[in-house]
């Protein structure tokens, strides 16, 4: 019976073609890791916003005159440098704007600033949004808003209180009881002179207008309203609207201080107008 013949280089070649089948190289050339459980690397998205608008021009002249009444009577050249506002100084203005104005009239000084912060994360593993939402969080920790209160249950005595002082508990400049980081001082002693103080009839702002979080504007939003008086001087009240949207965070900072120190600003006039300010800056970004 003959024999077959045996080609070595055969055998080889039939190894080789086998173990290329199963190793790590395409048919295309590319690599492919057929290992269990291989780690994949994944980049977070970048931001909706890669610039931002000039923040002078950013406020018509229609709203600034709303904002600041005293601006047309003021004489033109003053009436028009008012109305061009005072850019803030930034070291890159794609990242970071900002611009305050403000005007007297005989009844009171008011002023108004916004600051635009876009955010950027250096964390491919985090998007430019939930950088922005560390950025807006920090900033709503900061306002140290209170709790919400219960209208049905504002006006009822304190559960618990054994002393029968139906005293309420003195107010923050906020509006907030004190104690808080914004309140004032609440290691018992008297302020000196010339310190901050007010009384809770004046600071308490009107229900429903206390500090708090807003569903309705951008993806997430706060209102903070802090009223400070010095001894018998004017009483000044400030009132911050701060919002993300996407990677950008906006602060509205609009104050009222009369000229008598016998008027409180009206808290309601003040939130409204800076509210409204805020809903068209958002639509500004989506435009």
């Not at 250096?122 to 950025?135: H, W």
């Not at 007010?198 to 209102?223: M, N």
């Amino acid at each position: 019976m003959q024999r077959k013949a045996y080609v070595p280089g055969l055998a080889a070649l039939l190894v080789t073609l086998v173990a290329g089948c199963t190793s790590g190289t395409g048919g295309d050339g590319s690599d492919i890791d057929f290992k269990a459980g291989a780690p994949t690397t994944t980049t977070a998205p970048p931001g909706k916003y890669r610039t931002l608008r000039e923040p002078c021009g950013s406020v018509d002249r229609a709203t600034l005159r709303d904002l600041l009444p005293g601006v047309d009577q003021l004489p033109e050249e003053q009436r028009e440098k008012a109305y061009e506002g005072t850019a803030a100084v930034t070291y890159d203005t794609d990242r970071r704007v900002g611009c305050a104005w403000s005007a007297d009239s005989p009844d009171a000084s008011r002023h108004l600033a916004i600051d635009v912060e876009r955010v950027v994360s250096y964390d491919p593993a985090v998007s430019d949004a939930d950088k922005a939402q560390e950025v807006y969080a920090k900033k709503e920790d900061d306002a140290s808003l209170p709790p919400p209160v219960d209208p049905g249950t504002a006006g009822d005595d304190t559960a618990g209180d054994d002393t029968g002082d139906d005293t309420a508990p003195s107010e923050s400049a906020s509006g907030s009881p004190s104690g808080s980081p914004s309140g004032s001082p609440s290691d018992g002693k008297t302020p000196n002179a010339g310190t901050a103080t007010t009384t809770p009839a004046e600071s308490a702002t009107p229900l429903g207008l206390q500090p708090r979080l807003l569903d309705d504007l951008a993806d997430a939003a706060f209102v903070d309203d802090v009223f400070v008086a010095s001894g018998s001087a004017a009483k000044r009240r400030t009132v911050s609207v701060v919002f993300r949207t996407s990677n950008v965070v906006v602060t509205v900072r609009y104050a009222e201080q009369p000229a008598h120190s016998t008027t409180v600003p009206d808290s309601k006039e003040l939130q409204e107008k800076a509210r409204g300010l805020a809903r068209k800056l958002a639509d500004q970004l989506n435009e």
